[in-house]
């Protein structure tokens, strides 16, 4: 479940439904621990991060494996599909690479983020914020009526 993006605001609040992911596979490979916090969150994913993936890379944690969760599972699963189901309840399979921008690195991923999502400033929630069909699919997790 694309738990920022989706699932933790008012399913009217989407200015387009039909193209918000609400849910996908995803595949941890950074696996917590018993006494980690991030226990439970093997059913949810970050969609920002999701955008970002950078695959060339084994994540050191669960910060960086949520980067590769939902192109790892496309990549070894789904012939590089994202099997999504959307906000206003159609499916559909969208190769991972168009909504998503490969990085080198998981420094990179980060900084993808940003100018994907943030705008030119760099400035989360300011007039320049991406509208694309990036933010679209996944949300803008700063932005409540997004």
Not at 25 to 30: I, N, R, S, T, W
């Amino acid at each position: 479940m694309n738990w920022y993006g989706y699932a933790n605001r008012s399913q009217t609040s989407f200015p387009s439904p039909a193209e918000r992911i609400g849910w996908t596979y995803g595949e941890d490979q950074f696996l917590p621990t018993s006494g980690d916090s991030n226990l439970l969150t093997q059913h949810v994913f970050d969609g920002e991060r999701c955008s970002c993936p950078s695959l060339a890379n084994t994540p050191n944690s669960k910060g960086e494996d949520w980067y590769n969760q939902c192109a790892r599972a496309a990549v070894k699963y789904h012939g590089d599909g994202l099997i999504s189901a959307y906000s206003d309840g159609h499916a559909k399979k969208v190769p991972y690479k168009k909504l998503s921008v490969s990085q080198p690195t998981f420094a990179a991923s980060n900084a993808c983020e940003y100018t994907n999502f943030a705008g030119p400033d760099h400035q989360f929630g300011t007039s320049d914020d991406v509208d694309n069909e990036l933010t679209r699919a996944w949300g803008r997790w700063f932005d409540a009526s997004y």
